[in-house]
């Protein structure tokens, strides 16, 4: 689980809202290192934007993207939100229980 312990702002739901749309057309960050995304560019196809978690609760994300580097810039990219999203889910998944892990074993077991 995380805790997000930052105002969750309009401008980071705006960020999310763009990221779940652009979701739907295809685009998502990846994982490629730890607390780093990798992400298409939606206006440049030849171009990857790479997004830097350093701290998720606080939704502290940098992104290479000229929006991301412009300092003092209005609001979020979705690159971000996207990365952030998918690193809560990776974080966020429940810990199997042993009798979990053993009813999925049982299914390679051979009879
Ligand atoms: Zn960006």
Known sequence: MVKITTPITREWVAAVERAACMLKRGYQATRVG???????????????????????????????????RHEGAKGHCWHKASALCQETRRVSRPPLSGEEIERRMARFART
């Open 34 to 68: 730890d607390g780093v995304y990798q992400v298409r560019s939606a206006s440049q196809p030849d171009t990857i934007h790479t997004i830097r978690i350093r701290n998720v609760g606080q939704l502290d994300a940098t992104c290479d993207c000229p929006h991301g």
